[in-house]
């Protein structure tokens, strides 16, 4: 692949942590968790859902067209987040750029509504198909632009985000673009979404009433798994070349798929993150990563094996570890982008953000470069590495 460096110029995201960064910062630094319960799936659940001034965005976004009466939550974060991206970045009106913005589940909400209305009555409502397909986020997006780039949508579960930034990344080096808004966007606070999670024994049990962590991400000696889900978007802009308004510039990306052993396997030492860590790191001394930002999804086995991978390939190295799923839960196709924010604000702020509840690890140097890090559903994993504009 060509030396083009590739910058990102403006990013922007919609979750329980806000939706600027400096009340998303402000959230970091609180050292809380953003979780709350609603009645779903016939009970009292765990969940990170928007803030109240993001839903409230939201919520005249709806109201503002006619034709976003009818969209789906994964639909409106992602054209918040974009929108206010799209302007930071400075792109006007006549810029040409790709969109690539994916989601793990897509527009699980309405697709249940529309069933259960199918199931009562016997009869599908007109826009029943075309609001509950795939591409939904990034048409709508492109049509909320008025942009005239390429339009991509796809689904690699929880690596889903990251996939959109290596595509961003792969048009640009290419050639064939030069600017792209790449991200995820999910709604999964869903009765039949928490059930399938229920199902496969990784929701969390714990009781926010008893327990002051219901979410254990990063906790590498639990005998239970405590995955919660969130929602939210996040997107950011990239453009090829070296730009005065780059916020920090990917310098590699890595990606490497597991052999399955079953639908959600993942192996003892996540082989896939051992590979996809060396591509993303390429020439680069793993002395020189100064922290990554772990998928860790808070279930014994997805936290521990990404643990071991990164003892794999740092060995006696070990950067600074973090995650923010503690804090905000597993927000799926999302999941990569949110970290990447976490990302950007350490650098940016020069400050580890910890996790409360495991031992205290001290920084002794400046916040120059991070590795951030996402796995999908049968051991999909994406690496992406990012350093200091």
Same mark, same amino acid.
């Given at each position: 692949?060509?030396?083009?460096?590739?910058?990102?110029?403006?990013?922007?995201?919609?979750?329980?942590?806000?939706?600027?960064?400096?009340?998303?910062?402000?959230?970091?630094?609180?050292?809380?968790?953003?979780?709350?319960?609603?009645? %779903?799936?016939?009970?009292?659940?765990?969940?990170? =859902?928007?803030?109240?001034?993001?839903?409230?965005?939201?919520?005249?976004?709806?109201?503002?067209?006619?034709?976003?009466?009818?969209?789906?939550?994964?639909?409106?974060?992602?054209?918040?987040?974009?929108?206010?991206?799209?302007?930071?970045?400075?792109?006007?009106?006549?810029?040409?750029?790709?969109?690539?913005?994916?989601?793990?589940?897509?527009?699980?909400?309405?697709? #249940?509504?529309?069933?259960?209305?199918?199931?009562?009555?016997?009869? =599908?409502?007109?826009?029943?198909?075309?609001?509950?397909?795939?591409?939904?986020?990034?048409?709508?997006?492109?049509?909320? %632009?008025?942009?005239?780039?390429?339009?991509?949508?796809?689904?690699?579960?929880?690596?889903?985000?990251?996939?959109?930034?290596?595509?961003?990344?792969?048009?640009?080096?290419?050639?064939? =673009?030069?600017?792209?808004?790449?991200?995820?966007?999910?709604?999964?606070?869903?009765?039949?979404?928490?059930?399938?999670?229920?199902?496969?024994?990784?929701?969390?049990?714990?009781?926010?009433?008893?327990?002051?962590?219901?979410?254990?991400?990063?906790?590498?000696?639990?005998?239970?798994?405590?995955?919660?889900?969130?929602?939210?978007?996040?997107?950011?802009? %990239?453009?090829?070349?070296?730009?005065?308004?780059?916020?920090?510039?990917?310098?590699?990306?890595?990606?490497?798929?597991?052999?399955? #052993?079953?639908?959600?396997?993942?192996?003892?030492?996540?082989?896939?993150?051992?590979?996809?860590?060396?591509?993303?790191?390429?020439?680069?001394?793993?002395?020189?990563?100064?922290?990554?930002?772990?998928?860790?999804?808070?279930?014994?086995?997805?936290?521990?094996?990404?643990?071991?991978?990164?003892?794999?390939?740092?060995?006696?190295?070990?950067?600074?570890?973090?995650?923010?799923?503690?804090?905000?839960?597993?927000?799926?196709?999302?999941?990569?982008?949110?970290?990447?924010?976490?990302?950007? %604000?350490?650098?940016?702020?020069?400050?580890?953000?910890?996790?409360?509840?495991?031992?205290?690890?001290?920084?002794?140097? #400046?916040?120059?470069?991070?590795?951030?890090?996402?796995?999908?559903?049968?051991?999909?994993?994406?690496?992406?590495?990012?350093?200091?504009?």
């Amino acid at each position: 692949m060509n030396s083009t460096k590739i910058a990102i110029t403006a990013f922007s995201s919609l979750s329980p942590l806000g939706n600027n960064p400096e009340s998303v910062w402000k959230k970091y630094l609180d050292n809380q968790h953003c979780f709350s319960t609603q009645f %779903l799936d016939q009970q009292e659940t765990s969940v990170a =859902a928007l803030d109240a001034e993001s839903k409230e965005i939201v919520a005249k976004l709806r109201e503002s067209d006619a034709k976003y009466k009818f969209l789906d939550d994964s639909v409106l974060f992602a054209l918040a987040a974009s929108r206010k991206a799209v302007q930071d970045a400075g792109w006007k009106e006549d810029a040409v750029f790709g969109i690539n913005i994916g989601s793990s589940r897509g527009a699980t909400d309405l697709f #249940e509504k529309h069933y259960k209305e199918y199931l009562d009555t016997g009869k =599908a409502q007109t826009l029943a198909s075309p609001t509950t397909t795939l591409g939904n986020i990034s048409s709508w997006i492109a049509h909320d %632009l008025q942009s005239t780039g390429p339009e991509i949508s796809h689904s690699i579960t929880c690596s889903t985000a990251l996939h959109a930034l290596l595509n961003g990344v792969a048009w640009l080096k290419s050639g064939m =673009a030069d600017k792209f808004l790449v991200g995820g966007s999910e709604a999964p606070l869903t009765d039949f979404t928490i059930a399938q999670m229920r199902a496969l024994k990784i929701y969390s049990r714990l009781d926010q009433a008893k327990d002051l962590w219901p979410n254990l991400a990063f906790d590498f000696e639990k005998t239970q798994n405590t995955m919660i889900l969130g929602e939210g978007a996040a997107v950011c802009c %990239l453009e090829a070349g070296e730009k005065e308004n780059a916020i920090a510039y990917i310098s590699g990306v890595g990606y490497a798929t597991e052999i399955l #052993e079953h639908n959600i396997s993942i192996s003892a030492e996540a082989t896939c993150f051992q590979k996809s860590m060396k591509m993303a790191l390429k020439d680069e001394s793993p002395e020189n990563i100064d922290v990554i930002v772990m998928h860790a999804p808070g279930t014994i086995k997805g936290d521990l094996t990404e643990l071991r991978a990164i003892e794999k390939v740092f060995g006696a190295h070990l950067p600074l570890l973090t995650t923010n799923k503690w804090k905000i839960g597993h927000t799926f196709g999302a999941s990569g982008m949110l970290s990447l924010e976490l990302a950007l %604000l350490m650098m940016e702020h020069n400050k580890f953000v910890d996790v409360p509840f495991t031992k205290a690890q001290k920084q002794h140097k #400046e916040i120059k470069k991070i590795l951030i890090n996402a796995v999908g559903f049968g051991g999909n994993a994406v690496s992406v590495l990012v350093e200091k504009a």
